[in-house]
Structures are given as structure tokens and as C-alpha cells.
Nanobody
Framework: VQLQACGGGLVQAGGSLRLSCAASGIVSIYGMGWYRQPPGKQRELVAAITSGGGTNYADSVKGRFTISSDNAKNTVYLQMNSLSPEDTAVYYC?????????????WGQGTQVTVSS
């Protein structure tokens, strides 16, 4: 199993970034999502999407971030607009696998997003 995330970087406040995460080696994906861990804080959910297209967002990113997925490519995206310094964090891709008798969770390696004021 491999989760390959990319798209992080340094951006000025008000700017945009797009993260992507491609999963391989997973048989049945139930949902995919993004978490983040700001410096000195706990990891928190940013956004999630199920294989059926249902989405969930943290209140702090609603209206600014959009999660989407390409099920054929097992890839999840996070479009981040109107970024602020408070969005600075390491962003982690998360994938949930479900099939009869199996429930597993996988994490990507994390990608740094830094927003300068």
C-alpha cells in the first residue's frame, strides 16, 4: 500500500494551493480525506469524501477548501483557496478501506503547507 501526496509548499496569504494524493495497493476504498497538524497542535480533520461523493469539512475551511476525488485513479484532491497563516500545517492524506471482514486506515507521509502573512 502506498499513498503518494504532493502539492504542498509556501504561499502568501490569500493564495491557493492544490494537494493531491494517489493511493495504490488498496482493494476497496470507502473514503479518502485530508487531515492537518499545525505546529504544536493535534492532528485535525480538514475534509473527507466517501466513494459515493459525500463530503465533510471542518468549519474553519468551509467555503475556502474543496475536496474531490477520482475513483478510477484512487486519487483525492484538496483545492485550498483564500489561504491564511492559520492554515499552516503538515497535511496528511487518509484513506479508509472497507470490505467484508476488513476495516483499515492508511496515512500518507505528510506534505508541508506554509502560508506567509
Amino acid at each position: 500500500v502506498q499513498l503518494q501526496a504532493c502539492g504542498g509548499g509556501l504561499v502568501q496569504a490569500g493564495g491557493s494551493l492544490r494537494l493531491s494524493c494517489a493511493a495504490s495497493g488498496i482493494v476497496s476504498i470507502y473514503g479518502m480525506g485530508w487531515y492537518r497538524q499545525p505546529p504544536g497542535k493535534q492532528r485535525e480533520l480538514v475534509a473527507a469524501i466517501t466513494s459515493g461523493g459525500g463530503t465533510n469539512y471542518a468549519d474553519s475551511v468551509k467555503g475556502r477548501f474543496t475536496i474531490s476525488s477520482d475513483n478510477a485513479k484512487n486519487t483525492v484532491y484538496l483545492q485550498m483557496n483564500s489561504l491564511s497563516p492559520e492554515d499552516t500545517a503538515v497535511y496528511y492524506c487518509n484513506v479508509n478501506e472497507r470490505r467484508p471482514g476488513v476495516r483499515r486506515e492508511y496515512w500518507g507521509q505528510g506534505t508541508q503547507v506554509t502560508v506567509s502573512s
